[in-house]
C-alpha cells in the first residue's frame, strides 16, 4: 500500500507552503471575530460554541477550494503529476492519500480555535460534550466540501477554476435550503424533502444544534466516499 | 523479457503509432531513432504505462501494462525527456519519497538513494530544490529514479540533451553498464552519440516502426559508408581522387575550404588507396578519416521515405 507515503508528502507540501499558512490564519481570524461579533457568545456565557459554528459552512468556502487548488495543480504544473503515472501507486490511493492529508489540514484549522473552548469553560459551565460533537460535525463538513475540492482538481487543473469551481457548487449546495423554501408550496412533498437531506448545510445545521446523530455522521460520511470515488474513477479514465 | 505488439495509438483523429511490434532481452540495449514528432516520447509513455494504447499491448516480464499496471509499473524504471520537476521538493526527498513508493524501507533505501545519487553525481545538490536546479541536473535526477530499484527494463528519453560532453560520455558509460543488468530502451533524436552503446536500432517515422536492425547495418545504408574525409593545408588534386577505383563521388565542404569527403562505391574500399596516394603526392594533410557511415543521414532518409 503506498497511501501512508502519498499522505505524508501532501501533508509535507502542505506545511511548506505558505500558502496554507495563510488560509488557515485567515480562516481562524474571520472565525473568531464574525462569532463574537454577531453572537455575543462572551456577554451569553452560553454553555456551546454555537455562534461559532454557525459561521463555518460560510468560512470553508474560503478555506476548502484554497486548500484544494494546493492537491493538484502546482505538481501538473510542473508535469511531475504526469510522472507520476509510471510510479506503482493507484489512482485510488493518490486521491485518498491527498484528500486524507487536506482533511488534516482542516483538523488543524479546528483544533487552533480551542481557546474558545477555553474561554467559554472559565466563563460559565460549558457543555464540553456538546462543544465535541459540534467539532466533529463542522470536521465532517469540511470533509464532505474538501472531497467536492477534490473531484473538481480531477477535471481541470487551472488553479482558478479549481477555485471559482468549487466556490460555485458549494454555494450552490448550499443555497439549496433557500431553493426548497421557494419550492415548498409547489413542488410535492417527497421531492421537497428528498431535496432537503441532501443539502450539507441543512445536514450541519442538525448537527449545529444538538448532538451529533449517527444518521447525519453516515450521510457526511458517504457522500466524501460518493465524491472520492467520483474522482478515482475519472483519474482512471483520464488516464487513457 | 518485453514484447510490444501491434501497439496503435490515436489522438484524436490522428493516428500517432500504428500497428508497432518488436520484443526485446535481457541485455539489450535499443536505440529509438527518429526525427521530431516522430512519436518516440509517446512509445515510450505507452510501454511505461501512463499512457494507454488505443489497441495493440505492452507485456513487460509476463504482465500486461493494462491489466497489471502495478507490476509492470515496478519493472520498469522511467526518465522522461524534461527531466523531473517538482515545485517544493528537494532532490533528497524527492528521491526518498520514489524510493518509498518502489517499496524500499530504512536502510535498504538509504543506501540505494545513495548510490543512485553517486552514480549520477548528484551528491552535491541532494539538498537544494528540484525546480532551482538547471535542464541537465533535472534530468540527471530523472535518471537516477529511474535506476533507483534496478528495473528489469529501462526507459530513457534522451538521457544526454542538454548535459555537457563530458557528462554525456559519463552517461553513455552508465548505460553501458546497466545494459548488462537490464533491458534499456533509449530514444534520441541524435543517433551518432549512441551508435556505440546500442545493440540494436530501431527507427521510427510518423509512428510507424521502419527499420529494425543492427546499428553496423543501419551504417552500410548510408552513403558515407566506408567514406574518407580528409584536410589538407595544401592544395589537392580532386582529379586525382577522383579517378581512384572505387571513388563513387567527392564532397567539399562549403564551410571549411580545403576538406573533402570522398565517397566509395558499395562494396569497395578506397581508404588504402587513398593514403598511398597522400604519400605518393607528398600532400599536408592536417586530417584524415574513415567515416562508419552517417546514422543521422539514414534515419533523416528513412523518415522521409516512410509513406505518411
Known amino acids: 500500500m503506498n497511501l501512508l507515503p502519498v499522505f505524508k508528502r501532501q501533508l509535507a507540501s502542505y506545511l511548506s507552503a505558505p500558502a496554507t499558512y ?219 | 523479457m518485453i514484447e510490444i505488439s501491434n501497439l496503435t495509438k490515436y489522438l484524436g483523429k490522428n493516428s500517432v503509432i500504428s500497428n508497432f511490434s518488436f520484443p526485446a532481452q535481457r541485455q539489450e540495449c535499443l536505440g529509438l531513432f527518429g526525427a521530431e514528432g516522430a512519436g518516440k516520447t509517446i512509445l515510450l509513455k505507452m510501454i511505461s504505462g501512463s499512457i494507454r494504447p488505443t489497441s495493440g499491448h505492452v507485456n513487460i516480464f509476463g504482465f500486461d501494462t493494462q491489466s497489471h499496471r502495478t507490476q509492470a509499473c515496478k519493472a520498469i524504471g522511467y526518465q522522461p525527456e524534461s527531466g523531473i520537476n517538482h515545485p517544493s521538493m528537494s532532490v533528497f526527498s524527492l528521491l526518498n519519497f520514489i524510493a518509498t513508493l518502489r517499496g524500499f524501507h530504512g536502510i535498504e533505501k538509504r543506501s540505494r538513494v545513495g548510490r543512485a545519487a553517486s552514480r549520477l553525481e548528484l551528491s552535491s545538490v541532494l539538498s537544494y530544490p528540484v525546480h532551482t536546479l538547471p535542464p541537465g541536473h533535472k534530468r540527471r535526477v530523472a535518471l537516477a529514479q529511474a535506476i533507483l530499484h534496478d528495473p528489469g527494463v529501462l526507459l530513457l528519453d534522451e538521457p544526454g540533451e542538454g548535459l555537457a560532453p563530458h557528462q554525456q560520455d559519463k552517461i553513455r558509460t552508465l548505460i553501458q553498464s546497466l545494459t548488462e543488468e537490464m533491458t534499456v530502451i533509449v530514444a534520441s533524436r541524435d543517433c551518432e552519440a549512441l551508435s556505440g552503446i546500442c545493440t540494436r536500432a530501431l527507427v521510427i517515422g510518423s509512428g510507424r516502426l521502419l527499420a529494425d536492425t543492427s546499428v553496423p547495418e543501419l551504417q552500410r545504408g548510408s552513403r558515407h559508408f566506408q567514406a574518407v574525409t580528409l584536410a589538407a593545408e595544401s592544395h589537392l588534386d580532386l582529379l586525382a581522387l577522383a579517378v581512384l577505383p572505387g571513388v563513387a563521388g567527392i564532397e567539399e565542404h562549403r564551410h571549411s575550404p580545403g576538406t573533402v569527403t570522398v565517397l566509395a562505391m558499395p562494396g569497395h574500399t578506397i581508404y588504402p588507396s587513398i593514403c598511398a596516394l597522400i604519400a605518393n603526392r607528398n600532400w599536408q594533410i592536417s586530417s584524415l578519416k574513415l567515416e562508419p557511415g552517417r546514422l543521422n543521414d539514414v534515419v533523416h532518409q528513412l523518415s522521409q521515405e516512410a509513406p505518411h
Request: aromatic content about 10%; charged content about 10%.
Open chain 1, 22 to 240: 495563510l488560509s488557515l490564519a485567515a480562516f481562524l481570524v474571520l472565525s473568531a471575530t464574525l462569532g463574537l461579533h454577531t453572537s455575543q457568545l462572551l456577554e451569553r456565557s452560553s454553555s456551546d460554541l454555537q455562534g461559532i459554528f454557525e459561521w463555518h459552512p460560510w468560512l470553508y468556502m474560503l478555506l476548502i477550494p484554497a486548500l484544494s487548488t494546493q492537491l493538484w495543480a502546482e505538481e501538473h504544473a510542473t508535469g511531475f503529476g504526469d510522472f507520476m503515472k509510471t510510479l506503482p501507486v493507484t489512482p485510488a490511493e493518490l486521491v485518498l492519500g491527498k484528500f486524507l492529508a487536506a482533511w488534516v489540514m482542516v483538523g488543524v484549522a479546528l483544533l487552533l480555535t480551542f481557546p474558545f473552548v477555553m474561554v467559554v469553560n472559565v466563563l460559565g459551565t460549558a457543555d464540553n460534550v456538546l462543544i465535541a460533537s459540534q467539532y466533529l460535525g463542522s470536521w465532517l463538513l469540511a470533509g464532505n466540501y474538501l472531497s467536492v475540492g477534490c473531484f473538481i482538481c480531477a477535471l481541470t487543473h487551472q488553479r482558478l477554476a479549481i477555485f471559482l469551481l468549487t466556490l460555485s457548487l458549494l454555494l450552490m449546495a448550499s443555497g439549496l435550503s433557500s431553493v426548497l423554501d421557494a419550492l415548498e408550496h409547489q413542488a410535492p412533498i417527497w421531492i421537497a424533502e428528498s431535496l432537503i437531506s441532501l443539502s450539507p448545510y441543512l445536514r450541519f445545521g442538525m448537527i449545529d444544534h444538538g448532538v451529533i446523530t449517527l444518521k447525519e455522521s453516515l450521510y457526511f460520511l458517504s457522500m466524501i466516499i460518493a465524491f472520492l470515488a467520483t474522482t478515482t474513477v475519472i483519474l482512471n479514465y483520464k488516464s487513457g
